[in-house]
């Protein structure tokens, strides 16, 4: 992360974002180790507020339990904290990562129990897979890369060791100048992308693959509860990747990547190419509930005051 002024919550305090370092011994840097959140907070009519925060934390506390990490600290100190950093940083809209790790207090596998730290970061980060990607749509490929096993990572945590999975399949498909790849599971059904959940849309009705080894997304469960209020149906099942080239629409979603049409798979044209009207119409109704608009709900979002 590029040089910059601004602060950065860590452990209890607010510290300038060039001295939130830590030791080149700390545990999480040598073995993964550690939870995190994305989260966003948006601009809307009555200030910046954060979306979801408190199911962000709930997910960062659920990813520690699975690990058997102990937090320093508690939801409310959390949801406190990446209150503070929006607001120190004078941000109006921004991504916020909350980050938790083992300190440098003992190397070797068993992690040091009880040096836990955590930070939250905030910084403006624009659209994921670009202001384009989010109107047009984007190529994605199929990944050589499976999605973790449920028995090899613990796949309903949002780990940071999980991070080396999608950071091998998204620079295998950019490399081959895709945006973004698709992940199946150790089955070959699809499972998510790098870091989204998947959508298809056919004859009406939404499909997306149950949360067997794809994170239960967040974004994930506001568009599956936006396309309810539309009474569109929506059906969780196992999807194969046919399927996805003959959907007449599909779409990504994830707190960075928001809401993302996709338009073509492994050099299939899904549906029209573009935009699909129910991407549209979920795209829009999303934005209006990020941004505090017409429709949103209001126990979606923590105004930073
Ligand atoms: N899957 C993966 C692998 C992710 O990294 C993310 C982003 N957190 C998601 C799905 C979407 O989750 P959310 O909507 O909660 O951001």
Redesign the pocket.
């Known amino acids: 992360m590029a040089d910059r002024d601004g602060v950065i919550w860590y452990d209890g305090k607010l510290v300038e974002w060039r001295d939130a370092t830590t030791h080149v011994l700390t545990h999480t840097l040598h073995y993964g180790l550690g939870v995190f959140e ?1 989260v966003r907070a948006y601009e809307t009519p009555n200030g910046p507020a954060i979306f979801r925060l408190q199911d ?1 934390t709930d ?1 960062l506390f659920r990813s520690a339990h699975i690990l058997g990490m102990k937090l320093p600290y508690t939801k409310e100190q959390l949801n406190a904290a990446q209150l503070a950093v929006v607001k120190e940083n004078g941000l109006k809209s921004c991504y916020l990562r909350p980050m938790a790790f083992y300190g440098a207090g003992k190397l070797g596998v068993a992690p040091p129990v009880d040096d836990v730290h955590v930070i939250v970061a905030a910084w403006p980060w624009g659209a994921y897979l670009g202001a384009d990607g989010l109107e047009k749509g984007i190529r994605v490929k199929t990944s050589s890369f499976t999605r973790h096993h449920v028995n090899i990572t613990m796949c309903k945590a ?1 780990a940071n060791g ?2 080396m999975n ?1 950071i091998l399949a998204n620079t295998e498909a950019t490399r081959d100048g895709y945006d973004e790849a698709l992940l199946l599971d150790a089955e070959g059904y699809v499972a ?6 998947v959508f298809i849309v056919r004859k009406g009705k939404i499909y997306t693959p149950d949360l067997t080894s ?2 239960e ?4 469960d506001t568009i599956v509860q936006l396309a309810e209020e539309h009474n569109i149906p929506v059906i969780e099942k196992r999807i194969t990747r046919d399927e996805v080239y003959s959907a007449d629409e599909a779409f990504f ?4 990547a928001e809401v993302t049409p996709i338009r073509e798979l492994d050099g299939r044209t899904i549906g029209e190419g573009r935009r699909g009207p129910i991407t549209e119409l979920l795209q829009s109704r999303y934005f209006a509930s990020v941004k505090g608009q017409e429709g949103s709900r209001a126990e979606w979002l923590t105004l930073v005051k």
């Open positions: 994305g962000h997910r949002k999980n991070y999608s998510e992308g790098s870091g989204e959940n794809a994170l997304g967040i974004t994930r979603t994830g707190t960075a």
